[in-house]
């Protein structure tokens, strides 16, 4: 997976978790972002997804929860050898 990032020096990604009612769990992970926004913005979207899956016109059997965090790292770039 070929990225163009900006040079950063930390990198975010969300990580979301979704429980259904019927007991099975599903996790997410969006990224690598250079920057908080993106990564709040999964979640958040997740977290409205799980409100909507409540709603009196949905099949209830599709009904979950979620919950999310994010997570960071930092990258040091280091000059390796391109085999010549």
Do not use: C
């Amino acid at each position: 997976m070929a990225r163009n990032h900006a040079e950063a020096d930390r990198y975010y990604r969300a990580v979301v978790t979704r429980t259904f009612d019927h007991g099975k769990v599903v996790q997410y992970v969006y990224g690598p972002y250079t920057s908080l926004a993106p990564a709040k913005g999964r979640i958040t979207a997740h977290e409205s997804l799980a409100k909507q899956s409540r709603s009196p016109y949905r099949n209830p059997e599709h009904a979950f929860s979620a919950v999310g965090h994010i997570e960071s790292a930092e990258v040091i770039w280091m000059r390796e050898s391109a085999g010549e």
